[in-house]
């Protein structure tokens, strides 16, 4: 057992150590061991350090609910004195900090282990994970000849091979749910500040992007969320306080809701029919459950979000980028094709763009939240004995936004690799990025809560993930249906057979 360690969740493996059945060297030992098993597959772990794992053995690990687990940082952000970063690029290889983020300080005082970091993109502007830094491609464990995704996509290959049980992500455009997605995993991004940002950065793309984690169940999800929630000092934005929790939210279903189901995109085009119907099994599984389940027709302006969400990206690249140069030559070495893209898209828009392009995204935040309108959802109860809320009661908008998670089956390798310099044409032409993934940024630009479920499967044998996402703020009341999900339909028995390996 202790040498698959996605056998189990985190949360188990936790209470294992706490009775003293197996120890946190053992558990480090098995996921160093997996890695050196898996990983040549994958390419999801880089930059082991044992060493500052196993001092942290030794100087004795926090009482915190996840004592002694092993546990993976994306390389991307996250700053950490003991966990160098190549940040996905050539550019930023070996970075070293001086000081640890507010949410690797959260992360540790649960008590992880950790000795590494996972892959991603440079710049985390991809679907995929193909960083050159890296030597190649990171491959989906279900099958190596597609993606795992992005930017996230290291944390997700490792989870699903079996490497460790909870890794973190960060969250964007999609980044935790486009790679549970294309793993089979559960992702949830939460609603805009509910975990820290600095020290080192006030807030991530304009307020859009935001940490996660991807893990196998939904509590391993709530309970890390619950541990790192709550602003920092000086942060600039404030997420409405929980009622109770995460992990209390997940003890109960809620009320009976309204589900507004979108069987294509927000748009209206149609996506591959295996999704849809996928999403339409969901609808049926929540309308068992005794939710109402009902047609939804998103009247905001997708497109332009997505407009502003390039260009406003494309300037935080650039920026980053020409930093990073410090007066050197932007040459193919130092940074992929994407981010020399990015870099010439910045430069060529007016310098009064990126504030219209912040206003654009504030304005469609209204939008998505009259969406939803206001509405009693949050309160719990459901089967468990509270009566349903009355529908006929209830505002008109849906508590909750059910569609997929990505409009086919995960890409395969290659599709999205950073070679082009066209950066807006792999973002929003009709082979690009948000074509391919039309849901997520969605609720980044909104700021409101969303997750993937890993509900179906495609006849080749690869995950398909199911989009859930509620109004601002009701964070507690989204994870708390997806764990009812969870119980109803478990995943956690599905595995890749790569994560067998052993």
Not at 260 to 273: C, L, N, R, Y
Not at 369 to 390: K, L, Q
Not at 486 to 498: D, K, M, N, S, Y
Request: net charge negative; aromatic share 6%; charged share 20%.
């Amino acid at each position: 057992m202790i040498g698959d360690l996605g056998a189990l969740d985190a949360t188990a493996l936790a209470a294992m150590v706490a009775r003293r059945e197996v120890s946190p060297e053992e558990l480090l030992d098995a996921a160093l061991a997996a890695v050196e098993l898996r990983n040549p597959s994958v390419n999801a772990v880089v930059q082991i350090q044992e060493g500052a794992a196993r001092r942290a053995i030794a100087k004795g690990l926090p009482e915190g609910p996840f004592r002694g687990v092993p546990f993976l940082l994306k390389d991307l952000g996250t700053e950490a004195v003991d966990y160098p970063s190549h940040n996905g690029s050539r550019l930023l290889r070996d970075t070293v900090w001086s000081k640890d983020s507010a949410i690797w300080q959260r992360i540790r005082a649960t008590g992880v282990v950790c000795f590494g970091r996972t892959t991603s993109p440079e710049g985390g502007i991809g679907a995929a994970t193909e960083a050159a830094v890296y030597g190649g491609p990171t491959r989906n464990p279900w099958h190596l000849e597609h993606t795992s995704g992005g930017s996230s996509g290291g944390a997700a290959a490792a989870v699903a091979a079996g490497i460790v049980s909870i890794a973190h992500g960060s969250d964007g455009g999609g980044s935790v749910r486009i790679p549970a997605a294309s793993c089979g995993l559960f992702g949830f991004k939460p609603t805009r500040a509910r975990l820290p940002d600095g020290p080192f950065v006030g807030e991530g793309w304009a307020g859009m992007a935001i940490d996660g984690f991807l893990t196998r169940s939904v509590r391993d999800t709530a309970v890390m969320l619950d541990a790192c929630e709550g602003a920092d000092l000086g942060a600039p934005y404030w997420a409405p306080p929980l009622e109770r929790g995460h992990s209390d939210a997940i003890s109960r279903p809620p009320a009976r809701l309204r589900i507004g189901i979108v069987e294509g995109t927000f748009t209206g085009a149609p996506i591959d029919p295996e999704v849809a119907e996928a999403v339409r099994a969901t609808g049926r599984l929540l309308e068992s459950l005794g939710h109402h389940v009902e047609p939804l027709t998103l009247k905001a302006d997708v497109a332009g979000m997505m407009r502003a969400w390039t260009d406003i990206v494309a300037v935080g690249t650039a920026l980053g980028i020409r930093r990073a140069l410090k007066g050197r030559a932007l040459t193919p070495d130092l940074v992929e094709g994407v981010g020399r893209g990015a870099v010439a898209h910045a430069e060529s828009l007016h310098p009064a763009r990126y504030l219209e392009a912040v206003g654009q995204i504030h304005a469609f935040g209204r939008e998505m939240a009259a969406v939803f309108g206001p509405s009693p959802g949050g309160r719990m109860g459901g089967p468990s004995g509270a009566e349903p809320v009355s529908l006929a009661a209830r505002a008109s908008g849906p508590d909750i936004i059910l569609s997929a998670t990505l409009a086919e089956p995960p890409a395969k390798v290659g599709r999205f690799a950073h070679e082009t310099e066209d950066y807006v044409a792999y973002r929003t032409g009709p082979q690009g990025i948000f074509a391919y993934s039309p849901f997520c940024a969605v609720f980044n630009a909104s700021g409101q809560p969303a997750a993937n479920l890993p509900l179906g499967w495609s006849q080749s044998g690869l995950p398909i993930g199911v989009h859930l996402a509620a109004a601002f703020g009701k964070d507690e009341l989204l994870i708390s249906l997806c764990a009812e999900i969870e119980q109803a339909a478990p995943w956690a028995q599905r595995r890749a057979a790569l994560a067998g390996l052993g």
